[in-house]
């Protein structure tokens, strides 16, 4: 049994999400989940069916990890997620990414390049998430980048087919962050990759790009 960090009461969770993520410890009831509390036991829970107005684009681009998870609740509750960021194209940036079972972190990790691009960045946040998933486990990933979700699902198996070549002419991009990921994804064969949209208000996809941007306000 453990106790609810936000209401105080005790509660139980399924012995096979424990035996799957050895070394977690829930910190909400599923009553505090639904109700849109911050999932670290560090911000107010609101009445239950709460409307939140949604944030502005630019008050999106530096939220903290706070803020979103005061702020959004809708979205899958269970995952894993994965954001990369960069300003200019190259530029400075990040990726971040972060695993969830029924809206509690289990795992997250998030770093920086100073001089980088968007989708090599959405690449080693892709590579993260996946490092975090236990081999036999059947869960899905969600990343809003079109360009890795279909490098894992659509691309990669011809590629490599081929000896890492295109059918059309040009190198692929990223190539060795690529394979990586592809290799990553082959060693998890129960994991689903998805598109999910950018800054739709989902709130762990929210998280995971304020990971992948803690850079900007010197880190989480």
Same mark, same amino acid.
């Given at each position: 049994?453990?106790?609810? %960090? ?19 410890? &829930? ?9 849109? $509390? ?7 829970? &609101? ?12 008050? =999106? =681009?530096?939220?903290?990890?706070? %803020? ?5 609740? %809708? ?12 300003? $200019?194209?190259?530029? &400075? ?17 998030? $770093? ?50 081929? $000896? ?15 394979? %990586? ?40």
């Amino acid at each position: 049994m453990f106790t609810c %960090e936000i209401c105080g009461k005790t509660f139980s969770v399924r012995p096979d999400i424990l035996e799957r993520y050895p070394g977690w410890t &829930p910190r909400q009831c599923m009553d505090c989940r639904d109700a849109g $509390g911050d999932s670290r036991g560090g911000g107010p829970t &609101p009445e239950k069916g709460a409307q939140r107005k949604p944030p502005s684009a630019s008050k =999106r =681009r530096d939220m903290t990890l706070d %803020e979103v998870l005061s702020s959004f609740t %809708e979205g899958p509750k269970t995952g894993v997620f994965t954001d990369g960021a960069s300003e $200019g194209n190259p530029g &400075p940036g990040g990726w971040g990414a972060v695993l969830v079972v029924d809206d509690e972190v289990i795992s997250q990790d998030h $770093g920086s390049e100073a001089h980088t691009t968007n989708n090599r960045m959405e690449l080693k946040a892709m590579i993260a998430g996946l490092r975090m998933i236990p081999h036999d486990a059947e869960i899905d990933v969600y990343s809003d980048s079109q360009l890795v979700v279909n490098t894992l699902t659509k691309w990669a198996e011809g590629w490599k087919a081929r $000896g890492w070549r295109k059918k059309s002419s040009g190198p692929i991009a990223n190539l060795e962050l690529v394979k %990586e990921a592809y290799a990553l994804a082959r060693q998890r064969p129960n994991v689903n990759v998805h598109w999910i949209p950018a800054h739709s208000g989902y709130r762990w996809n929210e998280y995971a790009d304020a990971l992948a941007t803690a850079y900007r306000r010197g880190g989480i």
